[in-house]
């Protein structure tokens, strides 16, 4: 039998109700979370600074590991979500699930999802790398400039949009390697993508009915972050349980 979906605004409803109360810690995380991916841009550019293909190279390859170390936090922040729509109290210390329950099960789910946005950002590279040696032999006016610039926008939003449709069919792998410790990173992955048939739309509708909000986050120099995102994380901890007939 159809199982009825909850509406996005039903959704939220849900998060704003079962947030009172609990913003304190999930504030908290998301100012940590905050604070490391704000990191993970200045390290690689701290540890090889310069722009020689050596130096970017470098960099790229620092910015995986960071990324896949600040992944297992972005982890421990659905933790904490889950708990909230469990009606439980957020734990700092369950930030840290992620790290003493078989990381390597998240790891490898990040990975997977590092390495598809890198094969598709591999166009926008070659195109930046190709400009950057032909301006420096050639005489390129404005015109030529803004017709590169706008191609090559035009390719990051393909590769953009690629990837975002992709990673719909895997949003639900991190709650299920919280919830299934024997489940491994690619069988997460496998099973979020067999739950997401059918709801990836409504997913991404959750998702974009957010842009006002983030807006409104971006103009308080991030500091409106602080509750708006602990407001969607719990969103769509929400999704996923309801995805699970839960609630």
Request: hydrophobic letters at 50%; proline letters at 3%; charged letters at 15%.
């Amino acid at each position: 039998m159809y199982e009825k979906k909850k509406r996005s605004a039903e959704l939220k409803q849900l998060a704003r109700e079962a947030l009172v109360g609990r913003y304190g810690v999930m504030a908290g995380a998301t100012a940590l979370l905050t604070a490391l991916n704000f990191l993970a841009i200045l390290i690689p550019l701290w540890i090889f600074p310069g722009t020689s293909v050596f130096s970017q190279i470098c960099q790229f390859a620092v910015s995986i590991v960071t990324s896949l170390l600040i992944s297992l936090f972005g982890a421990g922040m659905a933790c904490l979500a889950l708990d909230v729509t469990r009606g439980q109290k957020p734990s700092f210390g369950n930030m840290l699930y992620p790290f003493f329950h078989h990381p390597d099960r998240f790891l490898i789910m990040s990975l997977v999802l590092v390495a598809i946005q890198s094969v598709l950002q591999i166009p926008v590279y070659v195109l930046d790398d190709l400009y950057s040696s032909t301006f420096l032999t050639h005489n390129y006016g404005l015109e030529e400039a803004i017709g590169y610039l706008y191609f090559s926008l035009l390719c990051s939003s393909i590769s953009a949009l690629i990837y975002t449709i992709i990673a719909l069919r895997f949003a639900m792998a991190s709650y299920l390697l919280i919830e299934y410790e024997d489940l491994s990173g690619i069988q997460a992955l496998k099973e979020s993508a067999r739950m997401m048939k059918g709801h990836k739309a409504r997913y991404f509708y959750v998702s974009i009915s957010f842009f006002g909000m983030l807006l409104l986050g971006s103009v308080t120099c991030g500091i409106g972050m602080l509750w708006i995102t602990p407001y969607m994380e719990t969103t769509f901890a929400y999704f996923y349980r309801d995805l699970k007939n839960e609630i």
